[in-house]
């Protein structure tokens, strides 16, 4: 599959890779684990939400969780 290798690509060259969607969160998180962004087994401090949790986060708390933060759903986060 060539997005997963893409994705294995920019993870070993050291990006984080997110994946903001429209789409439920059931959705995301399977088309996230398909695509290789997520690996439930290996992102144990993952953080699954919806944008409107994160933008009503301070940008302290915004900060502190971007790194966890591996997709999200339903909403744009700004």
């Known amino acids: 599959m060539q997005v997963r290798r893409a994705v294995d690509a920019f993870r070993n060259a050291g ?13 995301v998180r399977t088309t996230a684990i398909q695509c290789g962004i997520h690996r439930p087994n290996q992102d144990l401090n993952a953080i699954l ?6 933008k009503n986060f301070s940008m302290g708390k915004r ?3 971007v790194d966890r ?3 999200d759903g339903k909403r744009k986060p700004f």
């Open 63 to 65: 900060m502190e969780k």
């Open 15 to 27: 990006a984080s890779i997110k994946l903001v969607s429209l789409e439920s969160l059931s959705v």
């Open 69 to 71: 933060i591996f997709f």
């Open 49 to 54: 939400l919806k944008g409107e949790e994160f």
